[in-house]
């Protein structure tokens, strides 16, 4: 195995449009966290770095539907994300943004090394343009309809039904997703960076050099790279983001794809001006990217290639991304505000940082998605940190105080004078062998990545140490041998002292609370070589004064659970409740057969215009599952056209065609009403095919 002098770790930057979820923290953040902190208990030489990704179409559309700035739409969610990093306790070296000078001073010198070397390829094409908007279309705000699987709702780049990699002009009646109109073409020049080029050497690289990394990560590379590579832009035509440094690219800037992962690089020499080169520059320095999945293909295929075509950088030497993270049983959402978000965790359950963290690390979703739960989190909490972990250490310091004086007892070897004496130290080998195996298998998961069997092996520290105490009694022994009790638990707080050390990458608030309770310098100085040896290591000394006992975790009330699931359940509600009196009173009632004459479907939204000289009508083309039909709808009151498109709705089918306005309504889309007269959508929560029927 290689030897490295140092290590540069890097996050996944997240895109600043909105606010950090319990998703986005298990699938990079609390990973590259637990790393960094177990390389620095390690005394490595690390550069941890992450920032806000603040460029793209997205963050100009989300300016626009709030009222303001790009720069303002970028520095609220940046904020916000910055201090919910912090509050959580993410230790990064630097939290940067995509935004600041040094990060468009650098992508801008990247650009240039790579144009120098005349690699780019300069085109001008047709491309999708939004006359509505005025606006040329990134590939994922267009959709339309997949030539492979029929989806009526795939993306410009790809159909997330059948995974088939896309372009625009592939697409069957494209639409734009901001105005909700077709786009049409329009010549525009950009530069495309050659990725197939590349595909001879990245096959070399990764597919023959890294077969070492994550199933899931290899598999994925493997499958891009079998399909071949394409030229890829790095231009748009935008107003917001990092210009094209060239005299014929006015109004042109670096793609998002493009600049994003250069800011690990800006944000590092923001970090360290002067001493920057040797994190990114030296080959005796390990680069590792955490990331999610849908990352993958940017950081294993995308970005090295751009890192090779300067001839200046390290590669990364393995990319551990995790999979995704459902809700309850359903993909997280944040336009449903299906999500638990970090900023509201923090002020919801304060001082239990930990909690979240072991809870998340316990379902990592390192090879598949996984799921997390209120009731999961709660059953963890209370029967593992509080009862296992907590229950152990709060054990052993009580006892302490109780049989001496919170004094560490004698630590020399037990004689054997007798059968109970002789199984007290049966009981302390076997317990010594337990221990010092979970702390090796521990430090090897944590070397290669696996942080949920890791932390598994940490909690077992916490296990044996819990039988330790159950098979000795030290409580019953203390009537008649106290020379016994005193070695039992002078050797309980030697386990109590390393759980301190072995807990800080996964629970460095519960470690920290160990620490305080030993009060022990011994601790301190002992911890590096805890790390580097892989065993049990000298924590305590005999006579010395241990702090004050006090409990590590409190259990999670029902109460605290019931919260956060009815929040949870709030937004996916049909219909806000009613105010007294403000329900209308039933209909007479009908047959049956009346009803069942009724073919009530659903329809997906292809576009929505509002029609002239009206104020309440919408004229909708809704995709039935047969083609699309053409419903007048009075609901440009509640609904603009941008926010019904690619909207799923239900309508009745069957109704007879109505004339309004010179135009033919084939159709009625049904709404209900809450008690301020507002109308809402009835639809499914999940999405499903156009033209399901509703029985």
Known sequence: MTEFKRYTITAALPYANGPLH?????????????????????????AFICGSDEHGVAITLGARKEGVTPREFVDKYHHLMKKAFEDFGIAFDIYSRTSNPVHYETAQEFFKIIYDQNLFIEETSDQYYDEQEGIFLADRYIIGTCPNCGNTNAYGDQCEKCGTSLSPKQLIN?????????????????????????EGWLKEWLIEGHKDWKTNVFGQCKSWLDQGLQPRSITRDLDWGIP?????????????????PIGYISATKEWKPNDWQKYWKDPETRLIHFIGKDNIVFHCIIFPSMLKATGQYILPDNVPANEFLNLEGEKLSTSRNHAVWLHEYLQDMPGRRDELRYVLTSISPETKDADFTWKDYQQKVNSELVSILGNFVNRVMVLTWKYFDGKVPSEHELPATDDRRKKILALYNQAHIDLNKSVKEMADSLKNFRFREAQFQMMNLSRIGNKFLAD?????????????????????????????LAAEPFLPDGAASIRKQLNSELLEQSRKKFWEKEELV???????????????????????????VTRLKKPQATALPAAEGSVKPLKPEIAFDDFAKLDIRIGTV????????????????????????????????????EDIT?????????????KMMGTESQGMI???????GKLRLVRPIDEVAPGSAVS
Request: aromatic share 8%; hydrophobic share 40%; glycine share 8%.
């Open 244 to 260: 094209v440094p060239l005299p014929d690219a006015k109004g042109k800037v670096l793609y998002v794809w493009f600049d994003a």
């Open 538 to 564: 000298h924590v305590v000394s005999q006579g010395h004064q241990l702090g004050n006992a006090e409990l590590l975790y409190r259990n999670v009330e029902d109460a605290d659970i019931e919260k956060q």
């Open 472 to 500: 000795t009694e030290p409580w019953k022994l203390a009537k008649e041998d106290m020379e016994a009790v005193g070695c039992i638990l002078n050797y309980a707080l030697t386990v109590v002292g390393n759980i301190a």
């Open 646 to 658: 690619g909207r799923q709705v239900t309508f009745i089918a069957n109704l007879a065609p109505r």
């Open 174 to 198: 494209p639409r734009s997703t901001v105005s909700g109109k077709a786009p049409v073409l329009k010549p525009t020049k950009h530069w495309y960076f050659p990725l197939d080029k590349f």
């Open 670 to 676: 049904l709404m209900a009403e809450d008690k301020d």
């Open 606 to 641: 292809v576009s929505a215009e509002k029609m002239e000289k009206s104020n309440k009508l919408l004229r909708l083309q809704v995709d039935d599952g047969f083609g699309t039909r053409t419903i007048l709808s009075g609901i440009a009151q509640h609904y603009t056209p």
């Open 22 to 46: 319990i998703g986005h923290i298990a699938g990079a953040y609390l990973p590259a966290d637990t790393y960094v902190r177990y390389l620095r208990l390690k005394g490595e030489d690390v």
